[in-house]
């Protein structure tokens, strides 16, 4: 049972790092290559569609790491575990404390109702993703290491 548990909680956070990197390096620079009309709705309707399901990703996957951890707690690795699992909740208090606010804006945006400052949120969005990315790539990593 512990080793499907891990296979799976492997496999949905790694897919989930995997969707956060597209966004950062490939989905951000092909809106941000657009003429701004076209690129300030595109990430209007990204921020709607990806901030109804990521939520929903993030909480499925602390909620794995940390049946892993209960599950696994007399086995090798289980340390790397809680701390990948951390690493997830600083995520989500990232995500919450300073990305989601901005994603919350950016997606009632429309070329005629964006703010001024509308570049200057969308390039904090973006850095701050960088490090989510970061932080999340450091918890799946330590996932895996903690299979071996």
């Known amino acids: 049972m512990l080793n499907a548990l891990q296979v799976v ?3 949905v956070v790694g897919v989930m790092v995997g969707v956060e990197i597209s966004v950062a390096f490939v989905i951000n620079p092909i809106l941000n290559a657009l003429p701004e009309d ?11 569609m990806l901030g109804a399901v990521m939520p929903v990703w993030y909480i499925t996957s602390l909620v ?3 049946g892993w951890a209960i599950a696994g707690w007399q086995y ?13 909740i600083l995520s989500v208090i990232m995500s919450l ?3 989601v606010p901005i994603n919350n804006r950016g997606k009632t945006w ?5 703010p001024a400052d ?3 949120q969308k390039d904090r969005w ?6 989510r990315v970061a932080v999340i790539i450091t918890a799946f990593a330590l996932l895996v290491a903690a299979l071996t």
Do not use: E, N
């Open 9 to 11: 909680t492997t496999v």
């Open 38 to 48: 076209s690129g300030v709705l595109g990430r209007a309707h990204g921020a709607r």
């Open 64 to 66: 794995l790491v940390a």
């Open 76 to 88: 090798h690795g289980t340390g790397l575990v809680v701390i990948a699992g951390a690493l997830l």
């Open 97 to 99: 404390l300073l990305l």
């Open 110 to 114: 429309t070329p005629g109702s964006r």
């Open 118 to 120: 509308w570049k200057q």
């Open 126 to 131: 973006d850095r701050l993703h960088y490090v």
